[in-house]
């Protein structure tokens, strides 16, 4: 049987935080949610027909956005209910949703508990109200405490908090800070992520006009070495560049993309791999609608990956993983000679301290971390 996870797109936001570069609306009508669902709905119906997906074991689902939390519980249920009809949930399977704590409480968590959802995403980003003001976050500090307080006290193993850093003027110390508020919780998973902005963006201009304010590339360093370290001392297992978890409480749902699993993408902007093909969806909520009243999927672009496209790809995935990449795994998936020009990069990135060697296995080291998207240029190169 035929085994992948499913990503659902849910685009509302309560407002667009100032650096958001993802596909969101700030819309909470009801109406407009229910629409969306619907539409959703009739995504999944044509696309199971078109890919031959009827009956496929679904390992994960993952409910992202957005702001998914938005939705009710009833909602989540006829969501878990209707994926129902068309797959098999594996009897492990990870139900995760990302929720922002402006817009839920400890019954609401509750509720989606009991609809399904068990793994839960809080996007925190900061536990200083200074900088959610600054990013444009809608949570206040209360808001965020009470959803964190909650997580300890539902029936739920598997939860994850993300934090960002590299804050404007966000000193080393407040920084440590924002990691020892976060431990308080006692996460069962981390995602770190430093701020970046696209051009697009409100605060890319401000970035723009005053650099100086942002810590500097050595202060990044710093900040994430620091919290590599601290992260460790409590047993976090650091098994990709942004994520840390405890023993067994991985993403599954992460895990899946980054070994070359197969994955379909529902609902505006969402991207699906399948038998090979990458697919995206558009991501105009309009456009989304209209096409779906017309009977026809959303897609606005597809391609079959070329065999040395899937192999860079799946080098560069694999390499976010502490796994790494394995020579044998390689040669047993792809020709010979495109291997062997990819390993000449891994042993010259290795040579430099990028990457380590280890018997067979390639993996980068902490040093290559920091600078992964380079790593990953030159891989591509
Ligand atoms: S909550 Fe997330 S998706 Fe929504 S606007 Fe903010 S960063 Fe973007």
């Not at 399977?93 to 399904?116: H, L, Q, S, W, Y």
């Not at 990013?135 to 209360?142: A, D, V």
């Not at 697009?200 to 006009?209: D, I, W």
């Not at 370290?229 to 047993?235: A, F, I, K, T, V």
Request: aromatic fraction near 14%.
């Amino acid at each position: 049987m035929k085994k992948l996870s499913l990503y659902f797109h849910f685009p509302f936001c309560v407002k667009r935080c100032r650096y958001c570069d993802f596909v969101s609306y700030p819309r909470r009508d009801r109406h407009t949610h229910l629409k969306y669902k619907k539409a959703v709905f009739q995504e999944i119906a044509l696309k199971v027909e078109e890919e031959g997906l009827r009956g496929s074991e679904l390992s994960t689902v993952y409910l992202g956005g957005g702001t998914p939390s938005l939705l009710f519980s009833e909602d989540v249920e006829e969501i878990l209910n209707y994926l129902r009809h068309f797959f098999a949930f594996s009897s492990s399977i990870e139900i995760t949703m990302e929720v922002n704590p402006e817009t839920v409480n400890g019954d609401k968590i509750r509720a989606f508990r009991e609809a399904g959802i068990n793994r839960f995403s809080v996007g925190v980003q900061s536990f200083n109200p200074h900088f959610l003001c600054f990013l444009g976050r809608s949570s206040s500090l209360e808001q965020i405490e009470n959803v964190l307080s909650c997580m300890g006290k539902i029936n739920c193993s598997s939860w994850s908090l993300d934090l960002l850093y590299s804050l404007p003027f966000q000193s080393f110390l407040e920084w440590q800070r924002e990691v020892e508020s976060a431990l308080v919780y006692h996460p069962p998973h981390f995602s770190i992520y430093d701020l970046t902005f696209s051009p697009r963006v409100p605060l890319y201009q401000f970035a723009k006009r005053h650099p100086g304010i942002f810590p500097s590339s050595d202060e990044e360093a710093l900040y994430f070495e620091w919290a590599m370290e601290r992260l460790d001392s409590e047993g976090y297992r650091h098994y990709e560049i942004s994520n840390f978890a405890q023993p067994g409480a991985e993403c599954r749902h992460n895990l899946n993309y980054w070994s070359d699993g197969e994955y379909l993408g529902v609902g505006t902007s969402a991207w699906s791999y399948l038998g090979g093909r990458r697919q995206k969806n558009t991501s105009s909520l309009k456009n989304y609608f209209t096409r779906l009243r017309e009977g026809r999927t959303p897609l606005t672009f597809q391609e079959e990956l070329a065999p040395h496209q899937k192999l860079t790809e799946d080098i560069m995935l694999r390499l976010r993983t502490e796994e790494g990449v394995k020579t044998s795994y390689l040669l047993a998936q792809y020709k010979r000679e495109e291997v062997e020009s990819k390993l000449k990069c891994l042993e010259f990135l290795s040579k430099e301290g990028f990457i380590i060697k280890e018997e067979e296995r390639f993996y980068l080291s902490q040093k290559g971390m920091l600078v992964a998207n380079q790593i990953f240029q030159e891989i591509l190169d």
